[in-house]
């Protein structure tokens, strides 16, 4: 062998073991290192305060810890790459910061380092990125609840955030998640959507877009109903809308996600989860019962889900109209029997008692749906009626749209349109606007 064939077999070994090394030495041990001369979970809270300071702290342990003889083999470039790569673990979303910045992708699903899945249009599909190990999403997971007050361990290994984008977060690890850490993500747009595109994406016809403004108009008691990732939130955002500025509107939510006009006079409050003492709760009834305290105009619950339905429906009964809440539930029929057990978690009425609150307090129930190939679409418009004799609350179906491929139609008159042609000016319509819908809507 000649001299010049030796160098190259000397070269092509020593490229190969660089190669070898290089795909050993990944970013989980680089932080597995940097935490020998830093804390990351400190260096997270930092980030809230002060982000440059804890990305300086951040690069120089790295210096450090990359320092050591087992980076040798990494050239400048590479290890810059790496460091690069170990700032968005600690401080943006690692593999996933993509998938959050795009305003498409509506829930992103981690399922330990195995594979991430995501929903855009409504249908699931798994990324071609994952996590190098479980630990990295357990990183990501402190990350996000640390400068929270949130915590979760073995003791409490369930735990639900919010992001400074307004995202909901879920997070569940073992051992209640026996395969390893598992993340949800809720992505809420940016923006909101008004009624009218949500008619030009097919959610709905004019007729419906024309009687939800009218519901807002009259100041109508509504409960936007259905399943899980159906859409609630967006129409309720979008009904808050037509709200007048004037108008003094509180908010209560679980996790805030409504948006409004900055010229709203809006007062935004969030509920507050237990802190790592077990202290420091704040429910959302006893803001609904606080709000009751502020001179509102109207009052938006963003989701009734337990005891705070008696709050709710007491705002409803003492004037302030024109309220709106969301509700799990699968058609308008099982709005009241859920709204009568979320009651009597609070007090023990009867339920013919109940049901005559439920009748004076809401007006109408939005049903909205989602398709089979992820399509959301208003699917029943109700009105809610009280039978004295039987002492029971009726839901009598004014509109329906059985898939979203489909046309909906009416079944009746709802009794807005007669109020609104005896005193229109009262909501600021015009009497042959309605007489016009109607025509169209029934043939009238």
């Known amino acids: 062998m000649s001299l010049t064939e030796r160098v190259r077999e000397v070269e092509s070994l020593n490229a190969i073991s660089h190669g070898e090394a290089a795909a050993r030495l990944t970013v989980e041990e680089?932080?597995?290192?940097?935490?020998?001369?830093?804390s990351l979970e400190a260096i997270a809270a930092i980030m809230v305060d002060n982000p440059q300071r804890a990305r300086n702290e951040l690069r120089s342990s790295c210096r450090k810890a990359l320092a050591e003889p087992k980076w040798e083999t990494l050239s400048g470039a590479e290890k810059r790459a790496l460091v690069e790569e170990l700032i968005d673990v600690v401080f943006g979303m690692g593999p996933i910061e993509g998938l959050i910045e795009d305003e498409s992708v509506t829930e992103i699903m981690i399922n330990g380092s195995k594979s991430i899945f995501f929903e855009r249009d409504g249908r699931l599909v798994q990324s071609d990125v994952a996590f190098e190990s479980d630990e990295q999403v357990?990183?990501?997971?402190?990350?996000?609840?640390?400068?929270?007050?949130?915590?979760?361990?073995?003791?409490?290994?369930?735990?639900?955030?919010?992001?400074?984008q307004g995202h909901r977060v879920h997070a569940v690890i073992p051992p209640i998640a026996i395969d390893g850490p598992h993340l949800?993500?809720?992505?809420?747009?940016?923006?909101?959507?008004?009624?009218?595109?949500?008619?030009?994406?097919?959610?709905?016809?004019?007729g419906v877009l024309t009687f939800l403004g009218w519901l807002v108009l009259a100041r109508k008691n509504v409960v936007v109903s259905g399943g899980t990732g159906s859409g609630k939130t967006t129409m309720l955002n979008a009904l808050s809308c037509l709200i007048d500025p004037g108008e003094r509107?509180?908010?209560?939510?679980?996790?805030?996600?409504?948006?409004?006009?900055?010229?709203?006079?809006?007062?935004?409050?969030?509920?507050?989860?237990?802190?790592?003492?077990?202290t420091g709760e704040v429910t959302i009834r006893e803001l609904v019962i606080n709000a009751l305290r502020m001179r509102p105009d109207?009052?938006?619950?963003?989701?009734?889900?337990?005891?705070?339905?008696?709050?709710?429906?007491?705002?409803?009964?003492?004037?302030?109209?024109?309220?709106?809440?969301?509700?799990?539930?699968?058609?308008?029929?099982d709005v009241i029997d859920r709204m009568i057990t979320m009651v009597r978690y609070a007090v023990d009425l009867p339920v013919d008692a109940i049901e005559a609150q439920i009748d004076n307090a809401f007006q109408y129930v939005i049903q909205v749906a989602r398709g089979r190939e992820g399509q959301r679409f208003l699917s029943v418009i109700a009105e809610v009626a009280y039978d004295r004799q039987s002492r029971q609350c009726r839901i009598k179906r004014m509109y329906e749209r059985?898939?979203?491929?489909?046309?909906?139609?009416?079944?009746?008159?709802?009794?807005?349109?007669?109020?609104l042609k005896s005193d229109a000016s009262a909501a600021g319509v015009d009497v042959q606007e309605v007489e016009a819908w109607e025509r169209e809507v029934f043939g009238a």
């Open 30 to 38: 680089l932080r597995r290192d940097v935490r020998a001369w830093t």
């Open 138 to 164: 357990r990183v990501l997971i402190d990350r996000i609840i640390g400068p929270l007050g949130r915590r979760i361990d073995e003791s409490s290994p369930m735990v639900n955030a919010r992001l400074p």
């Open 184 to 206: 949800t993500i809720r992505a809420f747009t940016r923006r909101v959507m008004p009624l009218e595109e949500m008619m030009a994406g097919g959610s709905f016809d004019q």
């Open 249 to 278: 509107v509180i908010t209560i939510e679980d996790s805030a996600e409504l948006k409004f006009d900055e010229v709203n006079h809006v007062v935004r409050m969030e509920a507050r989860p237990r802190n790592a003492e077990g």
């Open 298 to 333: 109207r009052i938006i619950v963003g989701e009734c889900r337990s005891g705070e339905a008696i709050d709710m429906l007491q705002a409803m009964n003492t004037g302030h109209d024109g309220s709106l809440t969301t509700l799990h539930a699968n058609s308008p029929e």
């Open 402 to 419: 059985l898939a979203y491929a489909d046309a909906g139609f009416w079944f009746d008159r709802p009794s807005i349109v007669d109020e």
